[in-house]
C-alpha cells in the first residue's frame, strides 16, 4: 500500500528536480510532495516516520545540490496556497515559510518598516532563510524573529521563541526541522528610510557576484578562524578563480560562487566543490565547511 494513500493529489512520484534548483542539476524526488495545509502536512510526516522514509524539505532550491541519483525519499515543498500568507500587526509580521524572501524585503519597505533592507539580493523562502540565518556584512534575519513555528520529521508542531532557535552564522536550531511560518518585529521608518542601503547592497552584489550566472550563492562558509581570511578570498588567492570540471567552473568574478553551465552535471559541481576543498586543505591547512545543503551526497565524496 502506498504510504500516502488518500493523498494522491499531494505526491508527484519521481518529480524531476533540476529545474527547482538554482544550478540546474541533479537527479529526480522519489516522492514530491505539495502538502494543503498544516494538517496534510503533520499526516505525511507522521506517515513517512512510521515508514522511516527519509523527508527534505526544498524551498526555492538557492542553495541546495542535489546529487545525480537524486534523492531517495520525500521531498516537501511547501505550496504558496496555505504556507505564503502574511499579515501585519503593527510593527509585528506573521510570515509563512513559502513566502519569497525578495517579497517579504520589498514588502516590509513599501510598507515603512525597516529591518529587512540587509538581505536584499537575497534569493529564496522565509523557512529556508530562518533556517540558514540568511544574511550578509549588514545582518541576518535572525535579528528580527520573534517566534518560528514549524513541525518536527514525525509531525509534532514546534513553537520557539527567538533564543530557543540557536541562529549563528549560517546555521541555527532549526536545520532538522521543518518551519512553517514566523513573526518578525520590525521598526517604523519613514521612506526614503533603507533606501540608500538597499542601493548600496544591489550595488555591491552586482559589482562582486555572478548574478547573471547559474548558482547558490556562496559555497563554502567562511572559517570563524583567527587570521584565516573568508573563503572566497582564500580560493582567490590560491588561483582558482576559473578552475573547471566538466560544465562546473568557480566564478571568475566571485571565487566562493561555483556557476554551472548547461551540460553541468551535479557530478562536475561535486568534483569541484572536492578539488577546492582539498586545495585549501593542502595550501593553507584550513577545512572548508559548505554553507549549501546537499542531498544524496555521501561525505566520502566531498572528503578533503
Ligand atoms: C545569487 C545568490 C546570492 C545569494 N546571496 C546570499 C546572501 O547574501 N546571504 C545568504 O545568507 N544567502 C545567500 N544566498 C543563498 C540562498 O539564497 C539562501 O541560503 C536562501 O535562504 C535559501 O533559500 P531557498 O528557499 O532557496 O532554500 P533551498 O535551497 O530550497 O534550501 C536550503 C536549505 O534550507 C532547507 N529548507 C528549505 N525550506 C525549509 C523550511 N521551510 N524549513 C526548514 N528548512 C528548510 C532545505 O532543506 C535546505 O537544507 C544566495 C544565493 C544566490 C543564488
Redesign the pocket.
Known sequence: MRWYRGYESQVEEDALLAAR??YKVGGPARWYVQPHDETTLAALLRRAADRRLPV?????????LVADGGVDGAVIR?PLRGFARIERQGTRLTVG?GFS?PRLVKWSLAQGLAGLECLV?????V???L??N???KYGELGARVVSVR?VEWDGTPFRFNRDACGFRY?DSD??D????ACELDLEPAEPPHGEALVRRIIAEKRAS?P?DRR????VFKNPKLPGVPPAGKMIDELGLKGLRVGGASVSTLHANFVVTDRWATATDVLGLIRHIRRHVYRERGVQLDLEI?TWGVRQEELAV
Open positions: 534548483t538554482a527534505h524539505v526544498l524551498g526555492g532550491g538557492t542553495n541546495l511547501l515559510a524572501l539580493g537575497v534569493p529564496g523562502s523557512g529556508a532563510a533556517r540558514m540568511a544574511g550578509g514549524g549560517r532549526l536545520k526541522r521543518l518551519v512553517t557576484q548574478l548558482s547558490a550563492g556562496c545543503a
